[in-house]
């Protein structure tokens, strides 16, 4: 017999076979788990106390508190953008043969946009800002999505080399802010761990979740509106982002001091 949950999902994706979505309710089940053991087994350093530029302690409670507004607010910005890139993943292809065009010529020229931009972004982010990469990031993804509209085959190809770009900012602009973030901040090492081992359970999450909402926004807006669901998500992350203080490479201070 179907329970609540399994009625609810095959009412909204009627067309999903039965595997699928025993599957997507095994792998939701096995991220809570994983959760509520990431909960129940923080490593007891997180209880310490840290200090910052020598300045006299903080209360633990003081410290904890600024730390969970801290990583919530850099969770909440990284799961929205992981959102956003996921629900684009999942129907890229299908978007693409509705176009007719060459598929495997656009996601190699994304490939290789990517393998080309890997070297340079990682330092051109630390001088640049990791804030403004952020941003720039979030600019560029909304560029793309909107691109995706176009059925020129140029213009697509100049999506999939922004998108080379962008995919390199994603993975060293938003988690290096965090890290250094984190430090300036004045927070133990340690808890470092706890803050990585939730974006990885997030980034789990939002790909189960973006499989459901992007099956959903296709079939009220057709195979682009996954696209345009991205671009709503990535204009309140970016929304979000402003916010944020800004943070360089350390590399950029320590040529700035020998100079």
Same mark, same amino acid.
């Given at each position: 017999?179907?329970?609540?949950?399994?009625?609810?999902? #095959?009412?909204s994706l009627?067309? &999903?076979?039965? &595997?699928?979505?025993?599957?997507?309710i095994?792998?939701? !089940?096995?991220?809570? $788990?994983?959760?509520?053991?990431?909960?129940?087994? *923080?490593?007891?350093?997180?209880?310490?106390?840290?200090?910052?530029?020598?300045?006299?302690? +903080?209360?633990?409670?003081?410290?904890?508190?600024?730390?969970?507004?801290?990583?919530?607010?850099?969770?909440? $910005?990284?799961?929205?953008i992981?959102?956003?890139?996921?629900?684009?993943?999942?129907?890229?292809?299908?978007? %693409?043969?509705? %176009?007719?065009?060459?598929?495997?010529?656009?996601?190699?020229?994304?490939?290789?946009? !990517?393998?080309?931009?890997?070297?340079?972004?990682?330092?051109?982010v630390?001088?640049?800002? #990791?804030?403004?990469s952020?941003?720039?990031y979030?600019?560029?993804?909304i560029i793309?999505?909107?691109?995706?509209?176009?059925?020129?085959?140029r213009?697509l190809?100049?999506? #999939?080399?922004?998108?080379?770009?962008?995919?390199?900012?994603?993975?060293?602009?938003? +988690?290096?802010?965090?890290?250094?973030q984190?430090?300036?901040?004045?927070?133990? +090492?340690? &808890?470092?761990?706890? *803050?990585y081992?939730?974006?990885?359970?997030?980034?789990?999450?939002?790909?189960?979740?973006?499989? =459901?909402?992007?099956?959903?926004?296709?079939?009220?807006?057709?195979? =682009?509106?996954?696209f345009?669901?991205? $671009?709503a998500l990535?204009?309140l992350?970016?929304?979000l982002?402003? !916010?944020?203080?800004?943070?360089?490479?350390?590399? *950029?201070?320590?040529?700035?001091?020998?100079?």
């Amino acid at each position: 017999m179907a329970n609540p949950i399994q009625l609810f999902l #095959r009412s909204s994706l009627p067309d &999903w076979p039965e &595997w699928a979505m025993d599957l997507l309710i095994g792998m939701a !089940g096995a991220l809570i $788990v994983t959760y509520i053991f990431s909960i129940f087994f *923080t490593p007891d350093d997180e209880v310490a106390s840290g200090t910052k530029d020598g300045k006299k302690e +903080e209360t633990d409670g003081e410290l904890h508190k600024k730390f969970h507004i801290f990583r919530r607010k850099y969770l909440i $910005v990284y799961l929205i953008i992981m959102l956003a890139d996921w629900m684009q993943g999942t129907h890229m292809y299908t978007l %693409y043969l509705s %176009y007719n065009v060459n598929i495997s010529a656009l996601f190699l020229t994304g490939f290789l946009s !990517g393998a080309i931009f890997a070297p340079f972004l990682g330092s051109a982010v630390d001088k640049f800002g #990791r804030k403004k990469s952020c941003i720039v990031y979030c600019i560029l993804e909304i560029i793309i999505n909107i691109l995706e509209h176009v059925h020129d085959f140029r213009i697509l190809l100049l999506g #999939r080399v922004l998108g080379g770009i962008s995919t390199n900012l994603l993975f060293s602009a938003f +988690e290096s802010w965090m890290t250094t973030q984190h430090r300036q901040n004045g927070f133990p +090492e340690s &808890w470092l761990q706890r *803050t990585y081992a939730e974006t990885s359970i997030g980034n789990g999450a939002m790909a189960v979740l973006a499989g =459901i909402v992007a099956q959903l926004l296709e079939d009220k807006l057709g195979q =682009i509106g996954p696209f345009q669901g991205a $671009v709503a998500l990535t204009v309140l992350a970016l929304i979000l982002i402003l !916010g944020w203080e800004e943070n360089y490479g350390e590399a *950029t201070k320590g040529e700035s001091s020998s100079l």
